[in-house]
């Protein structure tokens, strides 16, 4: 089993910035990959970005490539999610999740985080 747990959502003018963290505990050796996913009110839960444990690999969405960040800190068991120059359409709760191998697709990631609130005002 793996936990995870999201923090650091918020409300946050666009052109902002914000920093999600996604605390991960239990067996998380036998996970790899750790990726953001979010989902916007009346639609469906989307790829943000994706990362691997042990070669920090990274992988992002289009609609975030440039201004989104994934990066892991393997001694706390953590990984970070820097969202800069923040959009209206950015606002969404996001989810952090882990899987045995990197991807885009829900189907690839099996434990799943609570998610948090991230709420970008124009």
């Known amino acids: 089993q793996v936990q995870l747990v999201e923090t650091g959502g918020g409300l946050v003018q666009a052109g902002g910035s914000l920093r999600l963290s996604c605390a991960a505990s239990g067996r998380t050796f036998s996970r790899q990959a750790m990726g953001w996913f979010r989902q916007a009110p009346g639609k469906e839960r989307a790829f943000v970005a994706a990362?691997?444990?042990?070669?920090?690999?990274?992988y992002y969405a289009d609609s975030v490539k440039g201004r989104f960040t994934i990066s892991r800190d393997n001694a706390k068991n953590t990984v970070y999610l820097q969202m800069n120059s923040l959009k209206p359409e950015d606002t969404a709760v996001y989810y952090c999740?882990?899987?045995?191998?990197?991807?885009?697709?829900?189907?690839?990631?099996?434990?799943w985080g609570q998610g948090t609130q991230v709420t970008v005002s124009s």
């Open positions: 999740a882990a899987g045995k191998t990197m991807g885009v697709m829900q189907s690839e990631f099996d434990y």
């Open positions: 990362t691997r444990w042990s070669s920090g690999s990274t």
